[in-house]
């Protein structure tokens, strides 16, 4: 049992040392100009370890992906729960989080910068391509559907278009990460990453370019609606305060 054991966490410590050397070759030579022999010698295994854990470089790569993407599953399922009754506020949680640990965490940012700028798309990288585009589908599923549970909440317009709304958002988002990691600095993400959060969910709110219109059988008064989500007792989606940082406070609060 003790020898079963420390195999399986042997190979557990191989697994992840790949995919830790992966991370860096990938980021010093990009994924497509990078063979799995570059990944097994600099990380001082064999090309048969490396098919043992990964049946190919999209899967090492989508594994490494998961690195970053993982633990904002949890936050993204607080956004779909119906029980939630702050998912604009859960949003921004996801929203921030990403803004500010691509500055805070090392792994996080070269990640990001693999996939942004050394990922070539090219005809021989077309499982990689496959699996990235999965991953920004569902993404922006997840994120159409957070909006939707703050319409239902009363928190967003009844009649805000949330197939447009999702793109707008999911390329502010990205191009802004995109460009911070081309050009280091052109924005402060830890201190103006609510800032710019609140800038979109303002846009939400008051562009009337992103309101669809009412179906013939649907009889929406808008006024009251606006009326509603102005007014201050209304559940706020821009107040970033209770968030991130007050999320503790937050929480032990809504149980008193």
Not at 54 to 68: G, H, S
Not at 85 to 109: E, K, M, N, Q, S
Not at 203 to 232: C, F, G, I, Q, Y
Request: hydrophobic fraction near 40%; proline fraction near 4%; charged fraction near 30%.
């Amino acid at each position: 049992m003790a020898m079963a054991r420390k195999t399986k966490e042997e190979a557990l410590e191989t697994r992840n040392r790949i995919i830790d050397t992966a991370e860096h070759v990938f980021f010093r030579q990009g994924v497509s100009r990078t063979s799995l022999t570059d990944i097994a010698t600099a990380a001082g295994v064999t090309r048969g370890a490396i098919y043992w854990h990964f049946k190919n470089k999209a899967d090492l790569f989508a594994a490494m992906f998961d690195r970053v993407k993982l633990p904002l599953d949890e936050l993204v399922a607080a956004t779909l729960d119906a029980r939630e009754p702050d998912p604009l506020g859960r949003i921004a949680d996801v929203l921030v989080h990403c803004l500010r640990d691509t500055l805070l965490d090392p792994r996080r940012r070269r990640i990001l910068d693999i996939l942004f700028f050394k990922c070539e798309f090219t005809d021989d990288m077309g499982d990689v391509v496959a699996r990235h585009q999965l991953n920004v589908r569902e993404g922006r599923e997840r994120l159409e559907g957070g909006l939707k549970n703050a319409i239902a909440k009363g928190q967003l317009h009844p009649d805000l278009d949330t197939h447009l709304a999702t793109g707008l958002m999911h390329a502010m988002i990205t191009g802004l990460l995109s460009d911070w990691l081309f050009t280091p600095g052109c924005i402060d993400l830890e201190g103006k990453a609510e800032q710019v959060v609140q800038a979109c969910f303002d846009m939400l709110k008051t562009s009337p370019v992103l309101r669809k219109k009412p179906l013939a059988n649907e009889t929406v008064d808008a006024k009251a609606v606006d009326a509603k989500l102005a007014s201050p007792n209304s559940a706020s989606p821009c107040s970033l305060t209770h968030s991130t940082k007050n999320r503790a406070s937050d929480d032990h609060s809504g149980q008193s």
